[in-house]
């Protein structure tokens, strides 16, 4: 992505918990530039211990190139949770085009419910239940807890979802 830049991605974090302002800290971001592909990159050595401090180093180098890039654009669904996590290490995501949570506003302020999955049952059914395995079984507020392939197949979804629905 560094040496051939999208130009718009949809991005996503999961984090140590749900509340950015006491410190918590996200551990994975997803990226989607096309639909049906996500990546999945780890943001913290206490849940991928197997990374060096030299390939952590440079992930985290790369991580921020591209989120900091203003002429790549970005897409989120609630971006204030996850700039702010994002800000929570170092980075200040520049760039963003749009948030799929107000376009969902504008679209039927009336919806009860504006969450990602509340959207894409509605906008992207074809993706509905996708992250119905983590959602039944699993604490979010305790996302380092789950085991990483239920969370990686859940993480890649997010970002994933967050694109489809910005392009419906």
Known sequence: ?????????????????????RGHYPFLLQ???????????????VFWPEYTD??????????????????????LHNSKFDMHMLRNIGINVRGVDHDTILLAYVVDENMQSKSLDDCVIRW???????????????NKSR???IPRDILLRY???DSDATLRLFNK
């Open 1 to 21: 992505l560094l040496d051939n830049r999208p130009e718009r991605i949809a991005i996503d974090t999961e984090g140590t918990g749900l509340e950015w302002i």
């Open 54 to 75: 030299e390939e952590y180093t440079k992930i985290m180098a790369q991580v921020k190139d591209l989120l900091e890039d203003e002429t790549v654009k970005k897409v």
């Open 155 to 157: 993480s890649g979804g």
């Open 124 to 138: 992207v059914p074809e993706m509905a239940g996708y992250s119905n395995e983590l959602q039944t079984q699993y």
């Open 31 to 45: 990226i989607s530039y096309k639909e049906g592909e996500s990546l999945c990159i780890p943001l913290c050595r």
């Open 143 to 145: 996302m380092m807890d």
